[in-house]
């Protein structure tokens, strides 16, 4: 009897480790299309001309046109949010700063630390997208 019962716990540790496996391989692919559909921030030329190139199929000729009208364009724009930035960095402030007058103490803590968990999201993001490619990836 025991052999039996062996058995039936190396099947069901084999079912686990294979569902373990299968979940994984879901959750993985999962974040990869997500990653995919998510704009570049921040990353520059090639960050944007990369996620378009993901986004619309683009050919390796298009990309590189795409991405060359972006670095024609960069300066431009950055000087631009840079003149916006400011203001916005400041409403910012000031909407964070309404919205938490409107708190109790313990949402305050809360919206802290959500404040905080996205700020985190935001600079991965931008690390990521400043990030080239790995060859063979476009």
């Known amino acids: 009897m025991s052999l039996d019962i062996l058995g039936r716990s ?4 084999l079912a686990l480790l294979a569902a ?12 990869a299309k997500r990653r995919a559909a998510e704009p570049p921030r921040g990353g520059g030329p090639d960050a944007i001309a990369s996620y378009l190139g993901r986004r619309l199929d683009l ?17 431009e724009m950055q000087a631009i949010w840079g003149a916006v930035r400011p203001r916005l960095d400041s409403l910012r402030t000031v909407v964070r700063t309404e919205v938490n007058a409107q708190l109790t103490p313990d949402q305050q803590a809360r919206y802290a630390r959500l404040l905080a968990d996205l700020e985190h999201q935001h600079d991965q993001r931008a690390r990521r997208d400043s990030t080239p490619p790995k060859p063979g990836q476009h």
Request: glycine share 10%; charged share 15%.
């Open 10 to 13: 190396r099947t069901w540790a």
């Open 20 to 31: 373990v496996f299968l979940a994984g391989g879901a959750a993985g692919w999962a974040l």
């Open 59 to 75: 050919t390796p000729v298009q990309q590189e046109s795409v991405r060359a009208v972006f670095v024609r364009h960069h300066e």
